[in-house]
C-alpha cells in the first residue's frame, strides 16, 4: 500500500516563509515525477510545480520566483520551498507522485495523492 504524507503547512504572515515536505511509503519500486498541487475555496485544483525524477522542475508562473520544489530521491521524499508568500497564496496543497508499486502479484504505475495540508497566508 503507496502512502503520500504532507507536512509543513499552517499559518504564516505574507512575505514570509514555508517548507512543504511529502513523503512517499510502501511497496515502491520507482518514483517519476513528483508534483504539488493546490486548492483554494472555489477554485479549480492547479499545478503548482513538478520535478522528474532526474530533477528537472519547472513551476508555475504564479510562484515562479518565489517557490522552489527539490527532492531526495533515496528517501522518496518532495520539498516545496515558498518564499514570499502572498495571501493568494492561500490554499490546500496537495502532493502528488507516479509510482511504480507491487498489486498483489503485478506491478503497475499509478498517481498517488497525499492527504493535503493547510497554508493560510494573513495580510
Known amino acids: 500500500q503507496v502512502q503520500l504524507v504532507e507536512s509543513g503547512g499552517g499559518l504564516v504572515q505574507a512575505g514570509g516563509s514555508l517548507r512543504l515536505t511529502c513523503a512517499a511509503s510502501g511497496n515502491i519500486f520507482s518514483i517519476n515525477t513528483m508534483a504539488w498541487y493546490r486548492q483554494a475555496p472555489g477554485k479549480q485544483r492547479e499545478l503548482v510545480a513538478a520535478?522528474?525524477?532526474?530533477?528537472?522542475?519547472n513551476v508555475a508562473d504564479s510562484v515562479k520566483g518565489r517557490f522552489t520544489i527539490s527532492r531526495d530521491n533515496a528517501k522518496n521524499t518532495v520539498y516545496l520551498q515558498m518564499s514570499s508568500l502572498k495571501p493568494e497564496d492561500t490554499a490546500v496543497y496537495y502532493c502528488n507522485a507516479e509510482i511504480k508499486s507491487s498489486r498483489g502479484l503485478r506491478v503497475e504505475w499509478d498517481h498517488y495523492w497525499g492527504q493535503g495540508t493547510q497554508v493560510t497566508v494573513s495580510s
Open positions: 520535478i522528474t525524477s532526474g530533477g528537472n522542475a
